[in-house]
């Protein structure tokens, strides 16, 4: 009686056989059998769209599917497919080490039973089992390792559902389900502080929350002319704002004073209150403010609004100086250094509106702080302008800068 072989190439002899050539045959099936049991092989499937048959070579080693893992290697230019015969029965470790966005399936030779593939874009390892189950129709069934059942690769895509991660350590950036960039994520090495999130319980909100130092800002910075927005509404930050002081707010110096608050009607549109301002002689009017508790306390600076009812083309200059008074100070304190933007020349059509440069910094004197009266004297310096006519005060937009987000 013949010898017989495995699936996978051992040779099974018969009684009887193969008399002064035993050790020689057993010591090949104990080899293949290593193979089987832990082996390691290549196959080069390089090229385009074909399939490879992986044969049993029986009685000898070397057999490619008689290895336990088997990786594949090439460059592989269209989809490719490995094949088994039908009873074959054990278990693999497949890696695709391929070059080229292809797919690369491993299957039985025929039939209809389930395989594995590779995707184009996998280039990891997977266990699979060939089954055998049936004699036209067998199965390669996918046990829970590598790429294809979602466990983490190195270089393959997997998806990972209920998994528990404890300090994972991410890149440059977080990706969404199509690849896209939700967060980029730069790291900076000494760094202490961090944002802390929480979620909440029923009637309350989730919580970002600096953390690491006692004082730690939370920084959000829109890019370009971006703004940042609750909804569609633009969420206030603290920065530069400002505030409008009309000349009904102003009065004139008991000394060199301006003249009296005047309303002006025109022949159409707005009737204008006005305080005039003499061209021949400097002259001045004052206003007070309390500024909101997020200032900076800061120097300012400012804007002065105003007109002329003249065809004159000159120029007019206007300076402003402050003082800011706290509780129980005396309010008799002398007014800071006065500062003036660049001249401004009127358009020389009466009655249009002339509106100046931004002015330097102001610097306020009497050290100022919070809940402290700031009182201003704004004055018209002729011997800076060329204005032939009265320059008509409309009022003047002082700007500040906030370093709070509200007055609490």
Partial sequence: MASTYTALGVELMATGENAGTWGTKTNTNLNILEQIAGGYTTQDIAGGAQTTALSVSDGSTGATLAHRMIEFTGSITGNQIVTIPLDVQTFYFLRNSTSGAYTVQFKYASGSGDSFTFSATDKGDQLVFATANDGTNPDIDTLAFGSGDGDVTLTGTQTLTNKTLTAPAIGTSILDTNGNELFLLTATGSAVNELTYANAATGNGPTFTASGETNVDININPKGT???????AAVKIA???????????MYPNSTSGCADLAQVELSNGPEIKTLDFDKDSDEF?????????SWNESTVTFQAFFTADSTNTGTTSWALNGVAIADDDSI??????AVAPTAKAMSGTANDLAVTAE??????????????????????????????????????????????????
């Fill in 332 to 337: 008799n304190t002398a007014f800071g250094t």
């Fill in 285 to 293: 009017a004052q206003f007070a403010v309390a500024f909101p508790k």
């Fill in 239 to 249: 920065g530069k704002e400002s505030i409008w002081v009309p000349a009904q707010a």
């Fill in 226 to 232: 971006g703004v940042l927005k609750s909804g569609t």
């Fill in 359 to 408: 002015s330097g910094a102001v610097t306020i004197a009497g050290s100022p702080s919070t809940d402290e009266e700031v009182f201003f004297q704004i004055q018209r310096d002729v011997s800076e302008d060329t204005l032939t006519a009265d320059a008509k005060l409309l009022g003047i937009k002082i700007f500040f800068t906030t370093d709070a987000a509200n007055d609490a």
